[in-house]
């Protein structure tokens, strides 16, 4: 298997303009989760889903972002409009049965 | 509410010299534990887990972590340090299946020649 993809790697966008992230899970992996990983506040879970479902958006910061899968091999983080403040690395993660998370390379994100 | 806490924000070792990463959680029954490790520009990789049974548990990279319920500890080892163990070291809780995995705020470790 591939293990997580995760496109683009880097992105580089404009205050203001819309910013899709994309996540293919471990085929067979029930669980997706997304973080966000800044130097101030380290590793951040900002949304699980569960077959698909979402479960705990609580981590989510704002209205701006959105979050959605819609089929078991795809999701999308989606932030509208982008502000400088979201500039981080943020991390898809899959899970097996096992509890073990799987994590991805990550996209770093930088909002000018 | 579960909680992880990693004392050390960062550590410097000598190679060849050993290494212990402090790991403290917080949910009261049998907790699902994990370490992993993160090298720059990287994503997060496992290097072992402890679910049940034996309480020292051998990982990848000549890494072990020790379970003690009574100190609620789950502190990784490893008798050796190579210049290549430089990185940042994360220690996750997971209740049980269907709970979200708490993460620690990491340790960063350092190697000098």
């Known amino acids: 298997d591939a293990g997580v993809i995760q496109s683009p790697r880097h992105e580089v966008t404009e205050m203001g303009q819309e910013v899709t992230l994309r996540c293919k899970p471990i085929?067979?992996?029930?669980?997706l989760f997304w973080y966000r990983q800044t130097m101030m506040r380290g590793l951040e879970l900002l949304i699980y889903?569960?077959?698909?479902?979402?479960?705990?958006d609580s981590g989510m910061p704002e209205d701006r972002f959105s979050a959605k899968m819609p089929n078991a091999s795809f999701s999308t983080l989606k932030i509208q409009p982008s502000e400088p403040r979201d500039s981080a690395v943020y991390f898809c993660?899959?899970?097996?049965?096992?509890?073990?998370?799987?994590f991805g390379p990550g996209t770093r994100l930088t909002v000018l | 509410a579960q909680s992880v806490t990693q004392p050390d924000i960062h550590i410097t070792v000598s190679e060849g010299a050993s290494l212990e990463l402090r790991c403290n959680y917080s949910y009261g029954a049998t907790p699902y534990l994990f370490w992993y490790v993160q090298s720059p520009g990287q994503g997060l990789q496992l290097l072992l887990k402890y679910f049940s049974g034996d309480t020292l548990v051998q990982g990848i990279k000549g890494f072990e972590a020790e379970f003690k319920r009574s100190q609620s500890s789950f502190n990784l080892r490893k008798p050796s340090v190579h210049w290549s163990d430089a990185a940042e070291y994360f220690c996750?809780?997971?209740?049980?299946?269907?709970?979200?995995?708490?993460f620690g705020a990491g340790t960063r470790l350092f190697v000098k020649a």
């Open positions: 889903f569960n077959n698909n479902v979402p479960i705990d």
């Open positions: 996750a809780e997971g209740a049980t299946r269907g709970f979200k995995t708490i």
């Open positions: 993660a899959s899970r097996d049965g096992g509890n073990e998370q799987f």
């Open positions: 085929s067979g992996h029930d669980y």
